[in-house]
């Protein structure tokens, strides 16, 4: 059964044109007009492709009273992603070809589509190969989880033989506890990391980049690619203060200052990320570092535009279609003919305020809470079916 999404903004080929989309499970028209067995009114606001998150938690297995598939699956669209790159250091590591096998079955139950990130080690270079993953990810600073490479030869290793048509994720952040160091560390370590990816010919690509530094030294090497999150756009160290235990995340809320620079050189990022690390309420008063943020990042970046911070067309490709090409996923990321009809419709216009109460997430809460945005999803549509609309799930 063919659906028409008609009247709204669409975003075609980098730019907003009004025209109207239909879609028989895969998009088969685009133009003025178009007549389906059903139909949507999207008129006064923007379609656009599904969004794909590049860097989720999703918490399943080893973590599910903090998230789970389905929880996870119903932020995502809530959010107006379609697609997610799931992260693999859970409690228990996606390290092998087994553990992601398992992933991979526990995830049917997600709304959205969960793709996988493989954790690389010191001494699962078989592993890696049995698995064939799409993408790799490398933790070459502490963080949540026990995969840092501690030796290092491990990383040229990696560069070596992961295939090469295939990116290679990396953590740099240091878990140095004073700004300055944590900052310098961290630089030090993007730079060493884009130095031997460029001695090898090896495509990486530079998680969470908090700073303007981590996004030059990426910038500066064509094969490397950079992400950037909200919280790292919007909120500075003195909302960590304000937050409390609240406010911990890694990488770290940087200063104003550094807050400010990051935003104006945002968009030589490549994409954004959510960098969705949800915990409950206890754990956060126990220590634990990350945030939630599928359903707010959209909001942020839009609301973001409206004030004339950010182009919307930067924003819009840096969440959808460059994730696409960045991580090889086909078919998805824009609206074009003949590819997946996964779309989400948004009210550019609606106001709201951020309660972490009646999140879908399942830690409920967000460090941006009480914070009014612009601009909220309306509508989604996954493999050309609705599962969201009217800001509720069907």
């Given at each position: 059964m063919?659906?028409?999404?008609k009247?709204?903004?669409?975003?075609?080929?980098?730019?907003?044109v009004?025209?109207?989309?239909?879609?028989?499970?895969?998009?088969?028209g685009?133009?003025?007009?178009?007549?389906?067995?059903?139909?949507?009114?999207?008129?006064g606001?923007?379609?656009l492709?599904?969004?794909?998150?590049?860097h989720?938690?999703?918490?399943e297995?080893?973590g599910?009273q903090k998230?789970?598939?389905?929880t996870g699956?119903?932020?995502a669209?809530?959010?107006?992603?379609?697609?997610?790159?799931?992260?693999?250091?859970n409690?228990?590591?996606?390290?092998?070809?087994?553990?992601?096998?398992e992933k991979?079955?526990l995830?049917?139950?997600?709304?959205?589509?969960?793709?996988?990130?493989?954790?690389?080690?010191?001494?699962?270079?078989?592993?890696?190969?049995?698995?064939?993953?799409a993408?790799?990810?490398?933790?070459l600073?502490?963080t949540?989880?026990e995969?840092?490479?501690?030796?290092?030869a491990?990383?040229?290793?990696?560069?070596?033989?992961?295939?090469?048509?295939?990116p290679?994720?990396?953590?740099?952040?240091s878990?140095?506890?004073d700004?300055e160091?944590?900052?310098?560390?961290?630089?030090e370590?993007?730079e060493?990391a884009v130095?031997?990816?460029r001695t090898?010919?090896?495509?990486?690509?530079?998680?969470?980049?908090?700073?303007k530094?981590?996004?030059?030294i990426?910038?500066?090497?064509?094969?490397?690619?950079?992400?950037v999150t909200?919280?790292?756009?919007?909120?500075?160290?003195?909302?960590a203060?304000?937050l409390?235990a609240?406010?911990?995340?890694?990488p770290p809320?940087?200063?104003?200052?550094?807050?400010?620079?990051?935003l104006s050189a945002?968009?030589?990022?490549?994409?954004?990320?959510?960098?969705?690390?949800?915990h409950?309420k206890?754990?956060?008063?126990?220590?634990?570092?990350g945030f939630?943020?599928?359903?707010?990042?959209?909001?942020?970046?839009?609301?973001a535009?409206?004030q004339?911070?950010?182009?919307?067309?930067?924003?819009?490709?840096g969440?959808?279609?460059?994730?696409a090409?960045?991580?090889?996923i086909?078919?998805?990321?824009?609206?074009?003919?003949?590819?997946v009809?996964?779309v989400?419709?948004?009210?550019s216009k609606?106001e709201?305020?951020?309660?972490g109460s009646?999140?879908?997430?399942?830690?409920?809460?967000?460090?941006?809470?009480g914070?009014?945005?612009k601009?909220?999803?309306?509508?989604?549509?996954?493999?050309?079916?609705?599962?969201?609309?009217?800001?509720?799930?069907?």
């Amino acid at each position: 059964m063919s659906l028409v999404i008609k009247g709204g903004t669409a975003f075609l080929g980098g730019r907003f044109v009004k025209n109207d989309i239909l879609i028989d499970g895969v998009i088969t028209g685009i133009g003025p007009d178009l007549k389906g067995d059903e139909t949507i009114n999207a008129n006064g606001l923007l379609v656009l492709p599904g969004l794909i998150d590049p860097h989720v938690h999703l918490r399943e297995p080893g973590g599910t009273q903090k998230e789970d598939f389905r929880t996870g699956g119903r932020a995502a669209i809530a959010g107006g992603f379609t697609t997610v790159i799931d992260m693999p250091n859970n409690a228990v590591p996606t390290t092998t070809k087994e553990r992601l096998d398992e992933k991979i079955r526990l995830a049917k139950k997600a709304l959205c589509d969960v793709l996988f990130h493989f954790g690389g080690t010191d001494d699962n270079f078989e592993e890696v190969r049995k698995a064939d993953p799409a993408s790799l990810k490398l933790y070459l600073g502490r963080t949540t989880g026990e995969l840092m490479l501690n030796d290092p030869a491990s990383l040229e290793k990696h560069f070596r033989s992961f295939p090469a048509d295939r990116p290679i994720v990396l953590h740099c952040s240091s878990d140095a506890g004073d700004e300055e160091t944590n900052l310098r560390e961290t630089c030090e370590t993007t730079e060493r990391a884009v130095s031997l990816a460029r001695t090898v010919g090896r495509r990486i690509h530079i998680a969470h980049a908090s700073s303007k530094k981590e996004i030059a030294i990426a910038k500066g090497y064509d094969k490397c690619t950079a992400e950037v999150t909200p919280h790292h756009l919007f909120l500075s160290a003195a909302d960590a203060k304000r937050l409390g235990a609240f406010g911990k995340v890694y990488p770290p809320l940087r200063s104003e200052q550094e807050r400010a620079m990051l935003l104006s050189a945002a968009k030589s990022a490549d994409c954004i990320a959510t960098d969705h690390a949800p915990h409950t309420k206890e754990d956060k008063e126990e220590g634990a570092a990350g945030f939630p943020g599928l359903e707010t990042s959209l909001a942020l970046m839009l609301d973001a535009c409206a004030q004339g911070l950010m182009e919307k067309e930067w924003a819009i490709q840096g969440m959808s279609e460059n994730v696409a090409r960045i991580f090889n996923i086909q078919k998805k990321g824009k609206l074009e003919k003949g590819h997946v009809g996964d779309v989400t419709i948004v009210d550019s216009k609606k106001e709201w305020k951020v309660d972490g109460s009646k999140l879908q997430t399942k830690c409920r809460w967000s460090p941006f809470d009480g914070k009014k945005l612009k601009g909220k999803v309306h509508t989604v549509i996954k493999d050309g079916k609705p599962v969201y609309a009217d800001y509720e799930f069907l």
